[in-house]
């Protein structure tokens, strides 16, 4: 599904709404980062999605998201059939250079829903799209895993560490305070 951004003025930094993404700025390195949130979005992703940018240079670049979240005209959102989200990542990859042939415009390369729906794949049959999804899902999850778990420890850093040098808390407060997050 093609995004389409809500008006400029119903984002929120307060978390009201639902996070907003409208482009590789709200991407981390696996999922997106919720920096802006809306009332107003009419289009959405869900969990599993693989969110990908259709507009500008970083056209190609693709986050896997972790709820749900609004999205604007500069992303989209693919979802796969029949709970196959491995195997629609993985074709994605190996398809990328192919499906970035089809951008157009010199200054402002783009994608449209048309040149994306109509991409075409080799599709295996359905005993080997079950065994890929069995053998990848848990490879899968565990890199899911790393990445929240890494974006925890970093929360927490940044959280910490400057109390810690200010003297502001203890190691013991600290230590309390990171059983409290993780």
Not at 3 to 9: A, E, F, K, Q, V
Not at 141 to 166: E, Y
């Amino acid at each position: 599904m093609m995004g389409l951004s809500p008006d400029g003025d119903s984002y929120n930094s307060d978390g009201v709404g639902v996070p907003l993404i409208n482009g590789p700025v709200e991407f981390g390195d696996y999922f997106p980062v919720k920096t802006k949130w809306t009332q107003a979005s009419t289009r959405f992703a869900a969990e599993g999605d693989l969110i990908f940018c259709v507009r500008g240079s970083t056209t190609g670049r693709r986050v896997v998201s972790d709820g749900e979240y609004g999205i604007g005209r500069g992303v989209c959102a693919i979802r796969a059939k029949d709970k196959l989200d491995s195997l629609l990542y993985q074709t994605i990859n190996v398809g990328l250079e192919r499906l970035l042939e089809k951008t157009t415009g010199s200054v402002f390369p783009s994608l449209s829903a048309p040149d994306i729906k109509g991409f075409s794949v080799l599709k295996p049959n359905g005993d080997v799209q079950q065994l890929y999804e069995r053998t990848t899902k848990p490879l899968v999850q565990s890199i899911q895993q790393n990445h929240r778990q890494s974006r925890t420890l970093a929360t927490l850093r940044d959280t910490l560490l400057p109390k810690l040098l200010s003297g502001e808390v203890s190691v013991g407060d600290a230590r309390r305070y990171a059983g409290d997050i993780i």
